[in-house]
């Protein structure tokens, strides 16, 4: 079955300390991988995404993340976290095959930034 | 600008009753989709069109129905089926596989 798993709920880092969100996913084709970020009550903003190439893919406020095939992982990371980085964070995966233009999104990981 | 819009914003529902919650988009994209949004759940995609007049069911699609009139506009009405019908509601819409565009989301409470 195809699934997103996000396994860090809720995190907390200090401010100007790095972060990484894990993500990993189960996908029997070849998988699309987007990571997006949501303020609260608000939509869903693209930070990066990966199709192929280059595994290290920088994304905007300074976040990148790491397709590591081997893991099905593909983590997101900022080497120093600011205030406004707190939000709540989803990964997803699509296909590049099939018919349709679907995603399946992991269930989230809550960031805060303590001072 | 172009963007999606959704609205309303906050919507309250009584119990049996129906409501139909909006998304218009002018990004002239042909794919649109709403999910919906709860606590410590993710998204979960209720229903999808990939043309005009055309849409396919998601994951959880029972008390819900859509209709893809134009290809700007995708409503969603949240039926007196669905069970459960309190949570935050996203609209997206994409062209091709590589990006989708949200929505700023409608939340929806039944009294």
């Known amino acids: 079955a195809q699934s997103v798993t996000q396994p860090d709920i809720h995190i907390t880092v200090s401010e100007g300390a790095s972060l990484e969100l894990r993500c990993n996913y189960s996908y029997g084709a070849t998988p699309y991988l987007f990571w997006y970020v949501q303020s609260p009550g608000q939509g869903l903003q693209l930070l990066l995404k990966?199709?192929?190439?280059?595994?290290l893919v920088q994304g905007i406020k300074g976040f990148e993340a790491e397709f590591k095939r081997s893991q099905s992982s593909f983590n997101l990371r900022k080497p120093s976290v600011h205030w406004s980085d707190a939000a709540e964070y989803f990964c997803a995966v699509g296909s590049l095959g099939g018919a349709t233009n679907k995603l399946i999104f992991g269930t989230g990981t809550l960031l805060a930034v303590q001072p | 600008d172009g963007g999606i819009t959704q609205s309303p914003k906050y919507l309250f529902r009584k119990e049996g009753q129906n409501v139909t919650l909006s998304c218009e988009q002018n990004l002239n994209h042909d794919a649109m989709y709403w999910y919906r949004q709860d606590p410590g759940q993710g998204l979960r995609l209720i229903y999808y069109s990939q043309i005009v007049n055309d849409f396919q069911k998601g994951d959880i699609a029972e008390g819900y129905s859509v209709s893809r009139e134009k290809k700007e506009s995708f409503p969603l009405t949240v039926t007196s089926a669905q069970k459960n019908p309190t949570a935050f509601y996203l609209c997206?819409?994409?062209?091709?596989?590589?990006?989708?565009?949200f929505g700023p989301g409608t939340r929806l409470t039944v009294l």
């Open positions: 997206a819409s994409s062209i091709d596989r590589t990006r989708m565009f």
């Open positions: 990966y199709f192929s190439g280059d595994t």
